[in-house]
Structures are given as C-alpha cells and as structure tokens.
C-alpha cells in the first residue's frame, strides 16, 4: 500500500505475545510521533512458533518460525511492514520482501534469571546438578562448554510463562535476552548479565528488524526515520556471518561486534551440541564493508573446522 494524499493508513504486522506487541508498538509510536499526518494501525497474527510450544525448536527445522504468516501478510497487501526481533528473522527473505530498517540496539546480552533459592549464586557458582533452562542450541552448548557440572532442560513458551516455571521450581535457574526482559519492564529480574567471555550472543539480538516489500518507497521513506545507522552496520556484518555459514535457530552460532571510529570487530563461534568441540575466531575492518566481515570470517571458521560441525548437527537432529 502507498502512501499518498488519498491514502493515510499504514498497517503494522506483528506477532500477538506481549513482548511483540510492546516492541510494535514501539515502533507504531515513533513513526506516529515522525508522520503525524499517516495512521498507523497494528495488525496481530499468530505464528507457527507461537503454535508449537511443545517440541524443542531445533526440532522443528523452520527458519521462519516466528516470522512467515507476517510474510505471507505483506506479500498479499494485507499490512505495509512488520515489526520483528532481529534475531528471528532469516537472513534469507522470501522473494518480493526485503529489510527495510533496523533500529537502535538494546543490549544483545544473555541473563542468567535464578529461582530464589540461589539469589546468593552466580553462574559459576551455581552447585553441581543446577538445572538450567533454555530453549537455545546456541547457550545451551557454550554454557555446556563452560559448566559441563550443570544440567540442561528445554524450557518453552513467552517470558512469564517461563519465569513462571522457574519460580514454580521446574528449573533452579533460566537464560533470557536481556533486551526481551528490560523491554517489558521485567529489569529486576535479571541476576546476571552474561559476558561475552561465556556466552556469544544471536545474531541480531538486541535490534528489531522492520521488514517491507522490497521497492516500496513510499515505506522505506518512512522507516528511514528509525534506523540506527551503527546497530545497523554491526548487525549486517552478524547477518552475512550466519548467512555464509548457512545456519539458523537450530544451530550453535554466536557473536559480538563492536564499533571504534570506522573499525568494526567480529567474533564469531560455532560449537558442538554437548559444548566439547567450538571453534572461535575474529575479524576487524571498515565499517562500510560490514557484510565483507561477516563473509571473511565464516569462512576463517569453516577452515578451522566448523562445517564439520554444522554437519554433525544436523545430521544429529535429523536422526531425533
């Protein structure tokens, strides 16, 4: 849909939890505050990720969990643009759609949220057996790297369903994104913000990515307004890192960018399931030449090994 003199309404996809919403919202509100003459409504979809709550998500094996009914939405000019996490858009969009924008980064840690019984504990202090909470392949085999004393459980469902397991005792301790908690006011209940030293994080994790039909520049006129120019660079350099690598939710891939002057600087991991294998390496350039980054140093890693363990993996997932 164009934006023009006889048509002031641009419709927002977004998924239906309440972390999608607060952060569509979010956005509906910037852009409102920028174009006060254009209404924005908010269209809510439920996604096959929403649906499946049940299975591990490595096992379902869809890329667009989170994000394809939103897809389907712009392609058939139901809504204009959709409001994601970075984290859970594929770095291959469907044909016709492209990422319009990314706006400012939270901070794209991991937190180590704990029941009450070990508010006296951090990570590396929590007592053999802890049981530990996580529905990501990516900190389940670098925590296992670290801790291999503690156990792992698959833990499923929006942020207060799984805080509610944990207060419920099902687990001693979880790991979250520390931007989801902050974003929905939920600050106070992160004990530990994970280092980089422990736990690389998602690629985009932190952003939101605003996707739109590609060409639509009416739209992309509009989103202008709300990119952040560095969190973009960095997580263009993230996504092309993924990208090369071919990998997506179901695989153990982490990273940290930074930004100096002009100078960009990408780590990036690969691990093993059981966190016995990783392989780790970083490259720095110039920040205009993001991508060329991520590129270089997927394929640095994949000399040092990690194709083999991509493939092993897979091949193990597609066994379960």
Request: net charge negative; hydrophobic share 40%.
């Amino acid at each position: 849909m164009t934006v023009s003199a006889s048509t002031r309404t641009v419709r927002i996809g977004s998924r239906k939890s309440q972390l999608a919403l607060v952060q569509t919202y979010w956005v509906q509100e910037e852009l409102q505050k920028y174009f006060p003459d254009i209404n924005f409504e908010v269209e809510t979809m439920s996604t096959q990720g929403d649906k499946i709550l049940d299975v591990p998500l490595a096992k379902i094996g869809d890329k667009g969990l989170f994000t394809k009914e939103l897809e389907v939405g712009m392609l058939e000019k139901k809504t204009d643009l959709a409001v994601h996490s970075l984290k859970d858009l594929p770095t291959n969009l469907p044909e016709g759609l492209m990422l319009g924008c990314v706006t400012e980064r939270e901070n794209p840690a991991d937190a180590l949220v704990v029941h009450e019984k070990f508010k006296d504990k951090q990570l590396e202090t929590l007592p053999e057996g802890a049981v530990i909470g996580t529905s990501s392949l990516r900190r389940l085999a670098q925590l296992r790297h670290h801790f291999p004393h503690l156990e792992f459980k698959d833990v499923r469902g929006n942020l207060n369903t799984r805080l509610a397991k944990l207060d419920a005792g099902e687990y001693d301790a979880i790991i979250l994104a520390f931007a989801g908690l902050h974003r929905l006011g939920m600050g106070d209940r992160i004990h530990q913000v994970i280092p980089p030293e422990v736990s690389l994080h998602a690629v985009g994790q932190g952003a939101l990515g605003i996707e739109c039909r590609a060409g639509d520049t009416d739209i992309l006129d509009l989103l202008k307004s709300l990119e952040h120019t560095a969190t973009a660079q960095r997580c263009y350099a993230e996504r092309a890192f993924l990208r090369e690598l071919e990998g997506g939710c179901q695989v153990p891939i982490g990273v940290n960018t930074q930004i100096e002057g002009e100078r960009l600087t990408l780590t990036g991991l690969v691990a093993s399931l059981d966190g016995k294998k990783l392989v780790k390496d970083v490259v720095t350039g110039t920040v205009a030449y993001a991508e060329n980054i991520g590129i270089e140093l997927a394929i640095k890693l994949r000399q040092q090994g990690a194709q083999e363990i991509l493939d092993a993996i897979l091949a193990e997932i597609d066994r379960s």
